[in-house]
Protein backbone atom coordinates (compact mmCIF):
# COMPACT_ATOMS: atom_id res chain seq x y z
CA UNK A 1 0.00 0.00 0.00
CA UNK A 2 1.26 3.43 -0.93
CA UNK A 3 1.67 5.12 2.53
CA UNK A 4 -0.15 8.24 3.65
CA UNK A 5 2.53 10.56 3.88
CA UNK A 6 3.66 9.90 0.32
CA UNK A 7 0.02 10.21 -1.15
CA UNK A 8 0.02 13.39 1.40
CA UNK A 9 3.05 15.03 -0.57
CA UNK A 10 1.55 14.18 -4.07
CA UNK A 11 -1.47 16.27 -2.94
CA UNK A 12 0.10 19.42 -1.07
CA UNK A 13 2.95 19.84 -3.92
CA UNK A 14 5.25 22.36 -3.11
CA UNK A 15 3.34 24.01 -0.73
CA UNK A 16 4.87 23.38 2.94
CA UNK A 17 3.06 21.18 5.21
CA UNK A 18 2.01 24.29 7.73
CA UNK A 19 0.71 26.49 5.09
CA UNK A 20 -1.34 23.77 3.69
CA UNK A 21 -2.45 22.75 6.79
CA UNK A 22 -3.52 26.00 7.79
CA UNK A 23 -5.11 27.18 4.76
CA UNK A 24 -7.70 23.66 4.83
CA UNK A 25 -8.22 24.20 8.27
CA UNK A 26 -6.53 21.33 9.52
CA UNK A 27 -4.52 20.97 12.52
CA UNK A 28 -0.62 21.55 11.57
CA UNK A 29 1.16 19.19 14.34
CA UNK A 30 -2.06 16.60 13.03
CA UNK A 31 -0.35 16.74 9.21
CA UNK A 32 2.92 16.59 10.50
CA UNK A 33 2.36 13.25 12.56
CA UNK A 34 1.04 11.68 8.86
CA UNK A 35 3.86 12.95 6.90
CA UNK A 36 6.83 12.08 9.67
CA UNK A 37 5.01 8.95 10.85
CA UNK A 38 3.26 7.81 7.72
CA UNK A 39 -0.13 7.23 10.48
CA UNK A 40 -3.34 6.99 8.63
CA UNK A 41 -5.80 9.51 9.47
CA UNK A 42 -8.52 8.57 11.59
CA UNK A 43 -12.47 9.48 12.55
CA UNK A 44 -12.25 13.21 12.45
CA UNK A 45 -9.46 14.25 11.26
CA UNK A 46 -9.72 11.45 7.88
CA UNK A 47 -13.05 13.53 7.45
CA UNK A 48 -11.30 16.84 7.11
CA UNK A 49 -8.70 15.30 5.19
CA UNK A 50 -11.10 14.11 2.28
CA UNK A 51 -13.24 17.83 2.91
CA UNK A 52 -9.94 19.97 2.38
CA UNK A 53 -8.81 17.73 -0.42
CA UNK A 54 -11.93 16.07 -2.33
CA UNK A 55 -10.57 12.91 -2.82
CA UNK A 56 -12.02 10.23 -2.00
CA UNK A 57 -11.14 7.97 1.28
CA UNK A 58 -11.20 5.02 -1.27
CA UNK A 59 -8.20 6.44 -3.10
CA UNK A 60 -6.48 7.54 0.17
CA UNK A 61 -6.51 3.79 2.01
CA UNK A 62 -5.89 2.11 -2.03
CA UNK A 63 -2.64 1.29 -3.32
CA UNK A 64 -2.83 3.61 -5.77
CA UNK A 65 -0.14 6.63 -5.80
CA UNK A 66 -2.29 8.76 -8.36
CA UNK A 67 -4.85 10.93 -6.98
CA UNK A 68 -7.99 10.64 -8.71
CA UNK A 69 -7.69 14.92 -9.08
CA UNK A 70 -5.15 17.12 -8.07
CA UNK A 71 -7.26 20.11 -8.31
CA UNK A 72 -6.99 23.17 -5.64
CA UNK A 73 -8.22 22.54 -2.35
CA UNK A 74 -11.71 23.62 -2.00
CA UNK A 75 -11.79 26.83 0.14
CA UNK A 76 -15.47 26.98 0.13
CA UNK A 77 -17.76 24.88 3.06
CA UNK A 78 -18.60 21.88 1.03
CA UNK A 79 -22.49 20.44 1.31
CA UNK A 80 -23.41 17.90 3.13
CA UNK A 81 -24.34 14.39 0.81
CA UNK A 82 -24.35 10.74 1.37
CA UNK A 83 -20.85 10.22 0.20
CA UNK A 84 -19.27 13.64 1.65
CA UNK A 85 -21.08 14.06 4.72
CA UNK A 86 -19.58 17.54 6.69
CA UNK A 87 -17.71 17.54 10.26
CA UNK A 88 -20.48 19.49 12.72
CA UNK A 89 -17.88 21.55 13.74
CA UNK A 90 -20.06 23.34 17.10
CA UNK A 91 -19.82 19.43 18.00
CA UNK A 92 -16.55 19.11 17.65
CA UNK A 93 -15.56 22.07 19.35
CA UNK A 94 -18.54 21.02 22.42
CA UNK A 95 -16.39 17.48 22.20
CA UNK A 96 -13.04 19.15 23.03
CA UNK A 97 -14.80 21.46 25.79
CA UNK A 98 -16.57 18.28 27.24
CA UNK A 99 -13.40 16.64 27.00
CA UNK A 100 -11.36 19.45 28.89
CA UNK A 101 -14.49 19.78 31.42
CA UNK A 102 -14.91 16.31 32.19
CA UNK A 103 -10.65 15.12 32.25
CA UNK A 104 -9.91 18.56 33.36
CA UNK A 105 -5.64 19.58 33.67
CA UNK A 106 -5.03 15.65 32.70
CA UNK A 107 -6.43 16.64 29.33
CA UNK A 108 -5.53 19.89 29.21
CA UNK A 109 -1.84 19.35 29.54
CA UNK A 110 -1.53 16.35 27.24
CA UNK A 111 0.15 17.25 24.11
CA UNK A 112 -2.19 18.69 21.09
CA UNK A 113 -2.74 15.81 19.23
CA UNK A 114 -3.50 13.23 22.13
CA UNK A 115 -6.12 16.22 23.00
CA UNK A 116 -7.28 16.01 18.83
CA UNK A 117 -7.07 12.43 18.40
CA UNK A 118 -9.34 11.61 22.02
CA UNK A 119 -11.82 14.92 21.22
CA UNK A 120 -12.08 13.12 17.66
CA UNK A 121 -13.26 9.56 19.00
CA UNK A 122 -15.13 11.17 21.48
CA UNK A 123 -17.19 13.20 18.56
CA UNK A 124 -17.15 9.62 16.41
CA UNK A 125 -18.82 8.62 19.70
CA UNK A 126 -21.20 11.09 20.10
CA UNK A 127 -22.11 11.47 16.64
CA UNK A 128 -22.82 7.53 16.03
CA UNK A 129 -25.26 7.45 19.40
CA UNK A 130 -27.05 10.65 17.99
CA UNK A 131 -27.86 9.39 14.66
CA UNK A 132 -28.81 6.45 16.68
CA UNK A 133 -32.22 8.05 18.34
CA UNK A 134 -32.40 11.06 16.15
CA UNK A 135 -33.91 11.77 13.02
CA UNK A 136 -31.11 14.66 12.12
CA UNK A 137 -27.70 14.44 13.26
CA UNK A 138 -28.08 18.36 13.22
CA UNK A 139 -29.73 18.20 15.76
CA UNK A 140 -26.85 17.44 18.28
CA UNK A 141 -25.67 21.43 17.13
CA UNK A 142 -27.33 22.19 20.49
CA UNK A 143 -25.47 19.63 23.14
CA UNK A 144 -23.85 21.35 25.81
CA UNK A 145 -20.60 20.26 26.88
CA UNK A 146 -22.37 18.69 29.86
CA UNK A 147 -24.70 16.93 27.72
CA UNK A 148 -21.60 15.69 25.56
CA UNK A 149 -20.24 14.94 28.45
CA UNK A 150 -23.01 12.72 29.83
CA UNK A 151 -22.86 10.82 26.44
CA UNK A 152 -18.78 10.28 26.78
CA UNK A 153 -19.71 8.81 30.05
CA UNK A 154 -22.47 6.74 28.16
CA UNK A 155 -20.01 5.35 25.63
CA UNK A 156 -17.23 4.73 27.99
CA UNK A 157 -19.66 2.54 30.40
CA UNK A 158 -20.75 0.49 26.37
CA UNK A 159 -17.31 -0.06 25.25
CA UNK A 160 -18.12 2.24 22.45
CA UNK A 161 -15.23 5.07 23.59
CA UNK A 162 -12.45 4.67 25.79
CA UNK A 163 -11.48 6.60 28.84
CA UNK A 164 -8.95 9.59 28.00
CA UNK A 165 -5.59 8.37 29.59
CA UNK A 166 -2.05 11.16 29.84
CA UNK A 167 0.96 9.81 27.77
Avoid at 3 to 14: A, E, M, N
Avoid at 35 to 45: Q, T
Avoid at 60 to 70: G, V
Wanted: aromatic residues 6%; positive net charge; charged residues 15%.
Amino acid sequence: MSGISKKLLKVIGGQSAKSWAEQNGLPVQTVHEWLKHDRMPRGANFQLLINATGIAKEWWISDSDHPPSLSPPNTAPQQATACNPCINKPLLHGCIEACKHFYGSDFSSAPEQAQISYAADCYNAVVAMVQDNSPSPANSVQLTKEDIGHLMKIAIKLGKLHSFTKT
